[in-house]
């Protein structure tokens, strides 16, 4: 158990509709980065957020967005979906911004547009 | 922007014996870190292990070490006594140690230790 805590853990929705995803980080970690994994693209970054801050913004799509909450806990929105945003999303979360700390990652959550 | 190549999309090996899993990256930092992460059945991923570019000495956890060769941009993983345990996606990442500290993630190698 990795500290980091995905719900929900699978999620089947219909084109077209509008998601959340819900991430809490290990305890006094400020860094939480969010990550796609699909057998088209491989594992990739998405964002990453500092105390509540964006810091980094990797291949997200513009129908994407997220945001880190003064509990630090994060979520990520998915709106307009497409047959092709069907992947795994995994949070992960690291205790500083400029070192590089260990980055762990949550159990994900599996994602199926239909 | 920074590749990983992970040449090799499947491996097996025999329950006790070693493997080693190769990869590639492509770079112009001088500073960086690369790791190698596992994700076994449940999807879960984990650290296995991680070299700091300015090191010279080849990074070791127990059975899993490295063979890093900053020059050619090389970052092998050789898993030595493998256990059955071992079967899983391999992925090689690397991070630019600056502000923000992503990770870039090659396609993975599948491993498959059998009895």
């Known amino acids: 158990d990795s500290g980091v805590t995905q719900t929900p853990k699978h999620l089947i929705t219909a084109t077209g509709q509008r998601v959340t995803l819900r991430c809490s980080p290990r305890s006094g970690d400020l860094s939480v980065y969010w990550y796609q994994q699909s057998l088209d693209q491989g594992l990739q970054f998405l964002i990453q957020y500092y105390n509540g801050e964006e810091r980094a913004k990797g291949n997200i799509l513009e129908r994407f967005s997220a945001q880190q909450f003064p509990d630090l806990h994060s979520e990520l929105n998915l709106s307009s979906l497409e047959l092709g945003d069907s992947a795994l999303y995994f949070c992960a979360s690291s205790a500083a911004l400029t070192s590089a700390d260990e980055q762990f990652f949550g159990p994900g959550t599996r994602l199926t547009v239909l | ?115």
């Open chain 2, 1 to 115: 922007a920074q590749t990983v190549t992970q040449s090799q999309p499947e491996m097996s090996v025999q329950e006790a014996e070693t493997v080693t899993l190769s990869c590639t990256y492509d770079t112009s930092e001088s500073n960086y870190y690369l790791f190698w992460y596992k994700q076994p059945p449940s999807r879960q991923m984990i650290l296995v292990i991680r070299q700091e570019a300015y090191k010279q000495q080849n990074a070791t956890e127990n059975r899993f070490s490295v063979n890093f060769q900053k020059a050619a941009k090389s970052f092998s993983l050789k898993i030595s006594d493998s256990q059955l345990g071992d079967t899983a996606m391999y992925f090689c990442a690397f991070m630019k140690t600056e502000y923000g500290n992503k990770l870039v993630f090659g396609a993975g190698t599948i491993l498959r230790v059998k009895s």
